[in-house]
């Protein structure tokens, strides 16, 4: 529920800041346009209309207006899930900030910019711009309570909640519930309140959440928001689904229904998926069928793609639960569809990105060898030249010409040779380049099987279970389907971790420094291992596959450490000195005598990967004196 939230959280910030000050004439039709715009619904309509506003503000220099036209242009994106144009709109609003009547301005641009970095997931990245934002607003305004400074608290809470730390998340949600009391801000407060609810039924501590929600809609009337009643309906409801309050939960759901139809779209589509989901438990298949359906094509109307596939998927239980085997199969065959679509159009850029670049491979090889052959070729036309010219200069000159001629054959042996061994390190390197890329595009197909097969077998087989907790409740006090519920719910979490490690895909979206602390992290939660992780220099040189090449060896010393060393402390280090990369992991484990090592599968890949990138690497060791790995990849003779 908090991108549907987001929004009016946003529009409260800038609402009542058009016409803070004196305007002029032309600056007072801005304004007008301006609210025009906000009152758009359809998101491509108001972007059309603030582009406008922002063409006419920059043509009279009213940075104000252009201010707010970036910012809310923004808010349509952000509408459109067109997170990346989110961004880069708040970004380029980030230089008008100083020209806002308001102090927090260049707050709420970092807090946006985090915001758009969260809904994409990346929750490290955005609660880095979230605590800059929250350092430029206690620079602008002090402690004194805004909007924007409950929000920022809001989206910190958040953030730690997708990082799994509730004891943090908790304390940013009081820090906001204090700065909304204190300002009597109640339309922050009725969201603190909703992410409250939403904690406490993290915790599985319904009464609480309900608790929170009820606050939310007795909010909601107090100012005359109806949407912050629909949301405090949908959010009831779908606690009561899962305390087992089937009743209940029909009832809240459809007051939300009915406030959020034709106005709220996004909560109106939200609560018919859980009433439906109430209505299937109740056993009134009817009931959840039709109001499945109806939600179903304003999902498609309303191209809310991220939702399809769960409505078929409840939709494949209503007819199994009937008898429709015909229907069920049907959507189950639109359930493949859509899942196959997603795999097969990141499966054929693979295949043709490793086809281009087995085909390329081939060019140069043949390049290479047609080089080779010419080269001998005019290496034997100079050489007969040569003859031919000695024989004419003369007897006189044939000691001192057959001296030229030996150096100089010599020097083009040399040459040659040279140039066949540059031809032939190139191809070395070409050949490690594609067996490292055609390993990493194995580990992507096998990653996204396990996740996209295999992981949703698994949540198949889960949902089977829940189904038959809730149709018979005392099957919970049999022993052997709690453990199998628990060893389901360990699979899928193993199959996710494993997943990752095989394709971390969020590594293509973060810098170097960002993924390696991440796994360095990961790596130490059981608290056996502390590693210490540092990283200096600008990495924005890097490119994908050196990247990738880097965080697969990080992984692979640190598995080695982990397995083998019985090391307590770690130090893993990357530094950037121009375009040279260094890498430095080192522990203080038992270590081992160099001479007498075996190269397992581990450092066989090391090295691969490590020459792949035309790099060295050596490693320091001896019994009882720890291990240091060093690695230095020059950047100018990558691609």
Not at 154 to 166: D, I
Not at 234 to 246: M, Q, R, S
Not at 353 to 381: P, V
Not at 570 to 586: K, P, S, W
Request: charged share 20%; with cysteine.
């Amino acid at each position: 529920m908090r991108s549907a939230l987001f929004l009016p959280i946003l529009f409260l910030l800038f609402a009542g800041t058009v016409n803070a000050t004196e305007l002029k004439s032309d600056t007072a039709s801005i304004n007008h346009l301006l609210n025009i715009a906000y009152k758009e619904l359809n998101p491509d309509t108001a972007i059309v209309l603030f582009d406008k506003v922002i063409q006419l503000s920059i043509k009279a220099n009213y940075g104000q207006g252009a201010f707010m036209g970036m910012m809310t242009k923004g808010i349509k994106y952000f509408e459109k899930e067109d997170y990346v144009q989110y961004r880069n709109t708040t970004i380029k609003a980030l230089p008008w900030a100083a020209k806002c009547v308001k102090k927090d301005a260049v707050a709420w641009c970092y807090a946006n910019i985090g915001e758009s970095y969260f809904d994409e997931g990346e929750y490290i990245k955005a609660s880095e711009y979230y605590y800059t934002a929250l350092r430029e607003q206690k620079k602008a305004m002090g402690e004194t309570p805004t909007n924007s400074a409950a929000n920022i608290y809001n989206c910190l809470g958040l953030v730690n909640m997708r990082l799994n730390q509730p004891g943090r998340a908790i304390g940013y949600f009081n820090e906001a519930e204090g700065v909304s009391l204190k300002g009597k801000l109640y339309y922050q407060l009725a969201n603190t309140y909703t992410y409250k609810g939403e904690y406490f039924n993290s915790l599985h501590q319904p009464d609480s959440a309900q608790k929170y929600f009820m606050e939310v809609g007795d909010i909601g009337r107090k100012i005359a928001k109806p949407d912050l009643e629909a949301i405090a309906d949908n959010d009831l409801g779908k606690t009561y689904i899962e305390a087992g309050d089937y009743n209940k939960a029909v009832s809240s759901l459809l007051q939300a229904i009915s406030i959020a139809r034709d106005k709220f779209p996004y909560i109106a589509v939200d609560a018919s998926y859980s009433l439906g989901d109430a209505w299937y438990h109740l056993h009134k298949y009817k009931d959840a069928e039709t109001i499945l359906v109806t939600a179903l094509q304003e999902v498609i109307a309303h191209n809310f793609k991220d939702k399809y596939i769960k409505y078929y998927v409840k939709l494949i239980e209503v007819y199994k639960a009937t008898g429709q085997y015909q229907k069920a199969l049907d959507y189950t065959d639109i359930v493949n569809a859509l899942k196959d679509s997603l795999i097969s159009v990141e499966k054929a850029k693979a295949i043709n990105q490793l086809d281009i670049k087995f085909q390329t491979a081939e060019k140069d090889k043949q390049i290479a060898q047609s080089q080779l052959q010419i080269a001998t070729q005019n290496s034997n036309i100079t050489r007969k030249n040569i003859w031919i010219a000695a024989v004419s200069g003369g007897i006189a000159l044939l000691a001192l010409l057959l001296l030229v001629i030996y150096r100089n054959a010599r020097h083009k042996q040399r040459l040659q040779a040279e140039q066949i061994k540059t031809l032939q390190k190139e191809n070395t390197i070409g050949n490690l380049k594609s067996m490292v890329q055609g390993e990493e595009s194995e580990r992507a197909r096998i990653a996204r099987e396990l996740h996209d097969g295999i992981g949703g077998t698994l949540s198949a087989a889960m949902m089977r279970l829940m189904a038959v907790r809730h149709d018979k409740e005392d099957v919970t006090n049999v022993p052997a389907y709690n453990e199998a519920l628990a060893l389901l719910d360990d699979m899928g979490t193993e199959l996710r971790k494993t997943a990752h490690n095989l394709m971390p895909e969020t590594l293509l979206k973060q810098t170097l420094p960002e993924a390696v602390s991440a796994y360095c992290h990961s790596m130490q939660k059981d608290g056996t291992l502390h590693i210490d992780f540092q990283a200096l220099g600008d990495f924005g040189l890097l490119g994908a596959d050196v990247k990738l090449n880097v965080y697969r060896i990080v992984q692979e010393l640190l598995r080695n450490i982990v397995q083998h060393a019985q090391a307590t402390t770690a130090l893993v280090q990357l530094m950037m000195h121009g375009r040279v990369l260094t890498v430095t992991v080192e522990d203080n484990g038992r270590g081992f005598d160099k001479d007498a090592m075996r190269t397992g599968m581990g450092m066989q890949n090391l090295q691969t990967r490590v020459s792949s990138m035309n790099g060295h690497y050596t490693l320091e060791t001896a019994p009882g004196k720890g291990t240091t790995v060093f690695i230095e990849i020059d950047l100018t003779t990558q691609p």
